[in-house]
């Protein structure tokens, strides 16, 4: 079996050892070089030469969760599967990120830590947790499993996503027609949405205004799902409380970008979950061996809707 691997060069040897300790049937190649026809393709942001020199036969494998960044090559063939990470010990990170962030919000940190910086004692009024509220824009495997980690915390916890979800203690909200009023119950909204031709600029000023006075953004998804104008004006105007960002549509982020010194922005380098290597091989080494014996695997991405 002919295995391709792409990733970034400074973790090649990392991935190279590990698939091949997961794999030793499997010859790799590990790219620049590029066997014309592989079996499968492990690859992160690959560059459209890759598939004109190699073009896999039964399956790519994508170094990640989310799939924009393989969906947007001209080059990617459109008839062998796609088949992303699910989960690979990201979960565990992004809920640790997650709920520190809501946490911070919700006891007030930043603004404590302003109050220090100008040397001043002051109370703020505690808030309910019931009017609190955590929503989630986007609900799959990264959604559900921070929901999992806040939910002995006692926010009120809220999803959205296309279909319909039954998560215990999560009130589910689907589809464009129940987005407004999804979002007006999100004290703190978590998007955990892929980047799509539908979800590009989803949280713009209307979207923003729609969440409660003195709400905050926790993007860990994609940039381009929110209008960065449109974020800065609905925090200058005082209607949101804060954002804490580890995405953006140009990373890393242009030093000159407004985000960087914005007094309401806390802000991170697309850290809030890193691909394992372990895991991942891991993960891909058994589906690998699935389609082997022709079994079905899940993550297979679904071209039309994007993710
Ligand atoms: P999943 O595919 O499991 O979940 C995506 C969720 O978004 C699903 O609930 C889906 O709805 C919902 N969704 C997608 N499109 C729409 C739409 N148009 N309208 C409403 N809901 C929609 O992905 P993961 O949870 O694994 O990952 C989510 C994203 O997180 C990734 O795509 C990636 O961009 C980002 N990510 C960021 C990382 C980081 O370090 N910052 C690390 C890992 C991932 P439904 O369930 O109904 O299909
Ligand atoms: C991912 C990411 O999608 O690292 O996995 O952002």
């Not at 001209?74 to 990470?85: G, K």
């Not at 009023?181 to 998007?191: D, P, Y």
């Not at 205004?209 to 860990?220: D, E, F, K, S």
């Amino acid at each position: 079996m002919k295995i391709l691997l792409q990733t970034p060069r400074e973790r090649a040897a990392e991935w190279h050892a590990a698939l091949a300790a997961a794999m030793p049937e499997a010859t790799v190649a590990v790219w620049p070089d590029a066997p014309a026809n592989p079996d499968y393709a492990l690859v992160w942001k690959p560059p459209a030469e890759l598939f004109v020199r190699a073009r896999p036969t039964r399956a790519i494998f994508n170094l990640g969760a989310g799939v924009d960044g393989l969906m947007s090559v001209p080059t990617l063939p459109n008839d062998v599967p796609l088949i992303r990470l699910e989960d690979a010990g990201m979960a565990e990170q992004m809920a640790d990120y997650v709920v520190l962030a809501v946490l911070r919000a919700y006891r007030e940190m930043d603004v404590y830590a302003a109050q220090q910086r100008a040397g001043l004692w002051q109370m703020r009024p505690i808030i309910a947790k019931s009017a609190f509220g955590v929503g989630f824009l986007g609900f799959g495997v990264l959604g559900d499993a921070v929901a999992r980690l806040l939910a002995p915390f006692g926010f009120p916890l809220y999803s959205w996503s296309r279909t319909r979800k039954a998560a215990p203690g999560v009130a589910s909200y689907a589809g464009l027609a129940e987005l407004h009023e999804f979002l007006a119950k999100a004290r703190v909204l978590v998007c955990l949405l892929p980047a799509t031709a539908d979800t590009a600029s989803l949280l713009d000023r209307a979207a923003l205004q729609t969440l409660p006075p003195g709400a905050h953004l926790i993007n860990v998804a994609r940039g381009g799902i929110v209008v960065d104008e449109d974020l800065i004006a609905v925090l200058d105007s005082g209607h949101l409380a804060g954002a804490t960002l580890d995405v953006f549509r140009e990373e890393p982020l242009p030093p000159e970008h407004p985000f960087w010194h914005h007094p309401r922005i806390v802000l991170t380098p697309h850290v809030s979950a890193v691909t394992l290597v372990s895991d991942s091989i891991a993960q891909i080494a058994a589906k690998i061996h699935r389609l082997e014996r022709g079994e079905a695997v899940s993550g297979v991405v679904d071209r039309v809707r994007g993710y």
